[in-house]
């Protein structure tokens, strides 16, 4: 059985066609992603790495890296996703590969392969995180590297993430998110720690609504982003 949902595949390949516009449902991955680069670029210095971008859809985090110097292969389940990253990969000249797969298939076929994981707002979207978790931990070589960025479980998270974002704030389309499947950080490290990874940094992501502008932040009550090695 493959871990996902197909309600989830299919409200992300809907919008796939619009995943680079900048003014669409995903603004706010394209105003997040200069934050999530730099945060995780100054932890694995990309130039010349190898790296895995686990759920890539349309590819935004995964050509940023690109750009910076890394080897990138994107993965996800959405054709349609990944039909837009390959386009959009002509049209800027810059080199990734994409694959329809998912993160456990490539597990068994390409262990410790990897210099640097990352897996940002997926996991909030599979029915079982923590296989994804495992999966990363095979992929990336001993020493090397994995991200993740997920939402916290708690009445902020919920207010925040759901109520003002989905339905007053309208940043992001109704439904994006169920609250249910919310990862909360101990969560998170406990998935990390039986997979044979070791917790390195934890950090929350804030929005300054008047600015418009995302940042990093010790407070962890709603978005947050995880940085593991692999033991040895």
Same mark, same amino acid.
């Given at each position: 059985?493959?871990?996902?949902?197909?309600?989830?595949?299919?409200?992300?390949?809907?919008?796939?066609?619009?995943?680079?516009?900048?003014?669409?449902?995903?603004?706010?991955?394209?105003?997040?992603?200069?934050?999530?680069?730099?945060?995780?670029?100054?932890?694995?210095?990309?130039?010349?790495?190898?790296?895995?971008?686990?759920?890539?859809?349309?590819?935004?985090?995964?050509?940023?890296?690109?750009?910076?110097?890394?080897?990138?292969?994107?993965?996800?389940?959405?054709?349609?996703?990944?039909?837009?990253?390959?386009?959009?990969?002509?049209?800027?000249?810059?080199?990734?590969?994409?694959?329809?797969?998912?993160?456990?298939?490539?597990?068994?076929?390409?262990?410790?392969?990897?210099?640097?994981?990352?897996?940002?707002?997926?996991?909030? %979207?599979?029915?079982?995180?923590?296989?994804?978790?495992?999966?990363?931990?095979?992929?990336?070589?001993?020493?090397?590297?994995?991200?993740?960025?997920?939402?916290?479980?708690?009445?902020? $998270?919920?207010?925040?993430?759901?109520?003002?974002?989905?339905?007053?704030?309208?940043?992001?389309?109704?439904?994006? %998110?169920?609250?249910?499947?919310?990862?909360?950080?101990?969560?998170?490290?406990?998935? $990390?720690?039986?997979?044979?990874?070791?917790?390195?940094?934890?950090?929350?992501?804030?929005?300054?609504?008047?600015?418009?502008?995302?940042?990093?932040?010790?407070?962890?009550?709603?978005?947050?982003?995880?940085?593991?090695?692999?033991?040895?």
């Amino acid at each position: 059985m493959t871990n996902a949902d197909p309600h989830e595949l299919q409200k992300f390949s809907d919008l796939a066609h619009r995943w680079w516009d900048p003014n669409a449902e995903f603004k706010p991955l394209h105003e997040l992603n200069p934050v999530r680069l730099g945060w995780i670029d100054a932890h694995a210095h990309l130039p010349a790495k190898r790296v895995l971008d686990i759920g890539c859809g349309g590819g935004i985090l995964s050509e940023s890296m690109a750009g910076l110097g890394a080897q990138v292969k994107g993965i996800d389940l959405s054709s349609e996703a990944l039909g837009v990253a390959d386009l959009h990969s002509l049209e800027s000249g810059v080199s990734v590969e994409y694959e329809e797969i998912s993160a456990e298939a490539l597990a068994a076929r390409e262990p410790a392969s990897y210099d640097v994981v990352t897996c940002m707002e997926m996991l909030e %979207h599979v029915p079982d995180p923590a296989a994804i978790v495992k999966a990363t931990a095979t992929l990336v070589k001993p020493g090397g590297w994995v991200f993740f960025s997920t939402l916290n479980r708690n009445v902020k $998270a919920y207010l925040f993430a759901v109520i003002g974002a989905e339905y007053i704030a309208q940043m992001l389309p109704k439904g994006t %998110h169920d609250y249910a499947r919310f990862i909360r950080p101990s969560e998170l490290a406990a998935f $990390a720690r039986a997979a044979g990874l070791t917790a390195a940094d934890l950090k929350g992501i804030t929005y300054r609504p008047l600015g418009k502008r995302f940042g990093l932040s010790d407070d962890t009550s709603d978005n947050y982003m995880f940085a593991c090695r692999r033991d040895g």
